[in-house]
């Protein structure tokens, strides 16, 4: 289903995201089903599907908010399917942003460091930087409310990269966008995630934003893959 990276060590693929036959039920309904799939460094993947269609549950099951019935989960060669969130290396922008109200900016972005237990200089140095990295470096002492969306969403992603994580993870984050700002808002998140080189799982139920933004596209429905190829082949090829 996916392309050879290379072997490691041990004879695995160098996936930085590999999901091996992953399922996830609900009692008598299934969520996700025997879903397997794996994503190289730095690539950009798109999971593309109507509401339903089991996108998000295969997203959190990477992040570790739900845990598969069955399958495995690995990050960087490691089985981490029985694992908390935080021993993940991932970090996640959620649809909601979900940025502490009663904290400024600077203070949101550093968030994730401080319980990492980075020293203050090391922190304010890596706050900086990623406020370099959206563009919005003017805005450290702002607080969420003072934020536009556009500028809420790209504070949740210089949270989510200020941790240097192995995998971003994207939950439909430009849903609560207006049309002429979501265009605007894909185009700056492809060219800060290239710079940072993150693997990175973007779901959407919007085909164009995937075309977009994606190095490879995985088509689901009814909680199964119907097909992966790269943007070329989805809108050539449509299965």
Known sequence: MS????????????????????????G???????????????EL?????????????????VAGFVK????????????????PPYRRDTGMVFQSYALFPHMTVAENIAFGLENLKWNRV???????????????????????????????????????????PAVLLLDEPFSNLDAQLRVRMRDELREVIRGVDVTTIFVTH???????????IVVMNTGRIEQIGTPGDIYENPE
């Open 206 to 216: 919007d085909q164009e934003e995937a075309l977009t933004i994606s190095d490879r």
């Open 122 to 164: 090391d922190r304010e140095n890596r706050v900086r930087e990623m406020l370099r990295l959206v563009e919005l470096p003017h805005l450290a002492e702002r607080l969420p409310t003072q934020l536009s969306g556009g500028q809420q969403q790209r504070i949740a992603l210089a949270r989510a990269l200020a941790m240097r």
């Open 3 to 26: 392309s050879d990276h290379g072997n490691g060590p041990h004879g695995e693929r160098d996936y930085v995201v590999e999901l091996q036959s992953v399922s996830r039920h609900y």
């Open 45 to 61: 993947v798109c999971l593309l599907g109507p509401s339903g269609c089991g996108k998000t549950t295969t997203l959190r099951m």
């Open 28 to 42: 008598e309904s299934i969520a996700v089903a025997d879903v397997s799939l794996g994503m190289a460094r730095g």
């Open 68 to 83: 598969p019935t069955s399958g495995t989960v690995r990050i960087n060669n490691q089985d981490m399917t029985h694992q």
